[in-house]
């Protein structure tokens, strides 16, 4: 008589110990998934999860297991090349690879970076986690998040990813075509992070009329680089989703404002330089998209 096959639970790599892949551990862990850590060190590693629902701490002490067959990769999008090049060697010739950040650019890289049966995924996610400090990470917002299939090979694992990523940051839409998403975030974070992080001000700050003809002219912008590239968005669309986010979001600093703030390295690039650069390929003009550019360079401090 054959045997049933055991039914197992895949063991998840999360690359790094920033906020948004220690809230995924944490919640992995919870729903019973085996789970892992791919730091810069191999030292152990307790840390301490904090919801508003929830508080416990987790030991991830035990050496990593390779190779990995299924990797979430939620890391800054600026990392997200070097971090994958560092990974090839330690992924299972089958391996499934979920990346998760602000920002567009990378798909393009890391697609041909893989071997025909490794399947890559794009997640993105609208989640509010935070480091309190180095070892404890906050869920400060309730969210939800887009799940895609970037490459053919994915779908050899779908059920597997889907559920996964349910459980780590759930609840979740599966998209047959993640881009119009991706472009969605990106018109929110093209608006909000660069404006926010130019003044220094809460999300919030951006619904005085004070801030009104920028925000109109980024998003007219926005639209007509994003319809040259395919993407069927109306003004209307984009300024209602960005006035949504700013309402929703209003007490949060963005990203790029606190990246921007405490000198470290921000999305920009991947950002408002990735509009920038499909505008180029385009032939258009972005002057607002443009000028925010440039004054944050120049202010920056990297
Ligand atoms: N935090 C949030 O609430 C939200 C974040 N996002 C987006 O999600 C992405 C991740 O955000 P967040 O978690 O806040 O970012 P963090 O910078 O806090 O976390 C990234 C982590 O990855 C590590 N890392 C980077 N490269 C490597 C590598 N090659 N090997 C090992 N570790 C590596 C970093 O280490 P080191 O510091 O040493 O470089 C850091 O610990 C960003 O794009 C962000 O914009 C989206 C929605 C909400
Ligand atoms: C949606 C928004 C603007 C929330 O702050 C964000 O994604 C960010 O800060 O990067």
Redesign the pocket.
């Known amino acids: 008589m054959a045997q049933p096959h055991p039914i197992t639970t895949p063991l998840w790599t999360v690359?790094?110990?920033?906020?948004?892949?220690?809230?995924a551990t944490a919640r992995l862990h919870q729903a019973g998934y085996p789970v892992q850590l791919?730091?810069?060190t191999s030292a152990p590693f307790d840390f301490m999860f904090q919801s508003a629902d929830d508080a416990f701490s987790l030991s991830l002490h035990t050496p990593l297991k390779i190779p990995y067959s299924f990797v979430l990769l939620?890391?800054?999008?600026y990392?997200?090349v070097?971090?994958v090049q560092?990974?090839l060697p330690l992924l299972a010739e089958n391996a499934q690879l979920v990346l998760?950040?602000?920002?567009m650019g990378t798909i393009e890289q890391v697609l041909p970076l893989l071997k025909p049966k490794q399947g890559l995924w794009f997640l993105?996610?609208?989640?509010?986690?935070?480091?309190a400090n180095q070892t404890t990470v906050i869920h400060?917002?309730k969210?939800q998040s887009v799940l895609g299939a970037l490459n053919q090979a994915a779908f050899a694992q779908q059920q597997s990813v889907e559920k996964a990523m349910q459980a780590a940051l759930g609840p979740l839409v599966v998209e047959d075509d993640i881009k119009p998403s991706l472009w969605l975030k990106l018109a929110v974070?093209a608006v909000i992070n660069p404006l926010t992080a130019l003044h220094q001000c809460k999300n919030g700050e951006l619904s005085r009329s004070h801030y009104t003809s920028a925000i109109t002219l980024l998003i007219e912008e926005f639209v007509r680089v994003a319809n040259a590239a395919g993407q069927d968005f109306s003004v209307e669309a984009i300024q209602n989703r960005v006035k949504q986010v700013i309402e929703q979001t209003a007490e949060n600093y963005s990203?790029m404002q606190q990246d921007f703030v405490k000198g470290r390295r921000t999305?920009l690039e991947?950002i408002t330089g990735f509009l920038l650069r499909q505008a180029e390929q385009h032939q258009l003009q972005l002057p607002a998209h443009q000028a925010i550019y440039q004054l944050l360079l120049q202010k920056s401090p990297r």
């Open positions: 690359v790094g110990q920033g906020a948004i892949g220690l809230l791919h730091r810069r939620p890391v800054k999008a990392a997200v070097d971090a560092q990974l998760s950040h602000n920002g993105s996610t609208s989640h509010g986690a935070f480091k400060s917002g969210g974070n990203s999305e991947y």
